[in-house]
């Protein structure tokens, strides 16, 4: 009897030793060997979209900067996005930055300033990359600004080649051209402004007719004051500065044959041959940039970089399209203009 018992102990000690193995096992293939890469090692990076990706404009292009770095730089990132209620913004966003999840947050937009602002303060262990913006003397936030008026004079001046140009058939007598914007504020001002100083620099006689939708996602409304545009006050080309609102002002110039200039990303492949060019704020670059010499330790927090064409900030989108449906004359004057933008001998006030 004795001699029973203690065969079914061994047994049990068996199993025990066997079960402890297995546990041994396991922990030791979760916690990987020394110097093997594992995703903790990658720089986390968290993207709040105040709207929704598919803007074709800069949540796009930062979007594809994110996507360049995961690429070439080895980070990990993810695209949260706060939909077109503003109210929901600031909720959304301290959510992300509360988990605790990303070493670095990417954010932009002139309706993001002060909600960065005080979250920053809140929480300064959180880093921050904040574009279309400036934002200085906060120690974790680094921002980057475009200089829209610089890139802007060239699509007035590019504006203003094209209803003076005897080549585009879809060009009217009239010297009238278009602008769009989503918002009358500051930073739409600042398009608007060196928009029509380009103009003016080719041909002061030309008049520039201004339209705000009220907000950047209302497309149809976007389209509707562009077809106003269009057809009642004789414009022939328009820059729209809208968001995506101002894709509907990009429908509308092929609805009635005429021309539109996009902007922020390339939008010359919306609608071919009528949207020639477009602004553009090269966010993607920007973003990358960033990164990069964050991961260098070089990122200047607390301060703001201005990007204009020196800094491949900005520039108008010359590709296939824009050889194809553009004349060569008014390459060649863009490029002259440009050149001497680059120069400082045109001076953007």
Not at 8 to 21: N, R
Not at 113 to 128: G, M, S, V
Not at 169 to 187: R, S, T
Not at 271 to 298: C, E, W
């Amino acid at each position: 009897m004795k001699k029973s018992i203690k065969g079914k102990f061994g047994v049990v000690l068996l199993a025990f030793a066997i079960i402890l193995g297995g546990c041994g096992a396991a922990n030791t293939g979760n916690t990987g060997s020394k110097g093997e890469s594992t995703d903790k090692d990658k720089l986390s990076v968290g993207y709040y979209v105040n709207g929704n990706l598919g803007d074709s404009g800069f949540f796009d292009s930062a979007n594809a900067g994110l996507e360049k770095a995961t690429k070439e730089l080895g980070i990990e990132f993810k695209a949260v996005q706060g939909g077109g209620n503003q109210s929901d913004w600031p909720i959304g966003f301290e959510s992300m930055v509360s988990s605790g999840k990303y070493e670095l947050i990417v954010v932009g937009t002139s309706q993001m300033k002060e909600i960065a602002i005080d979250l920053a303060n809140r929480y300064p262990d959180q880093k921050f990359i904040y574009f279309d913006e400036t934002i200085v003397d906060v120690p974790n936030i680094y921002s980057v600004k475009y200089n829209q008026r610089e890139g802007s004079f060239l699509a007035g001046a590019f504006a203003a080649l094209v209803t003076n140009s005897k080549e585009l058939e879809n060009a009217n007598p009239e010297k009238v051209v278009g602008f769009l914007g989503g918002m009358d504020i500051p930073i739409i001002k600042d398009f608007k402004s060196g928009y029509e100083q380009g103009v003016a620099y080719v041909d002061p006689e030309v008049k520039v007719i201004t339209s705000f939708v009220g907000d950047f996602i209302n497309a149809p409304k976007g389209k509707e004051l562009s077809m106003a545009q269009y057809n009642s006050q004789q414009v022939d080309i328009l820059y729209t500065v809208a968001g995506p609102s101002g894709i509907g002002a990009l429908e509308a110039a092929k609805e009635v044959n005429k021309y539109a200039i996009g902007v922020n990303s390339n939008q010359n492949n919306i609608q071919p041959g009528h949207v020639l060019t477009s602004m553009l704020k090269n966010v993607d670059s920007s973003i990358f940039r960033a990164i990069d010499l964050y991961k260098q330790d070089k990122l200047p927090f607390g301060t703001n970089e201005s990007l204009g064409f020196n800094e491949d900030g900005v520039g108008l989108a010359k590709d296939d399209l824009y050889n194809q449906y553009v004349p060569q004359t008014i390459r060649d004057q863009v490029d002259e203009i440009q050149a001497k933008l680059v120069s400082g001998e045109i001076k953007v006030q």
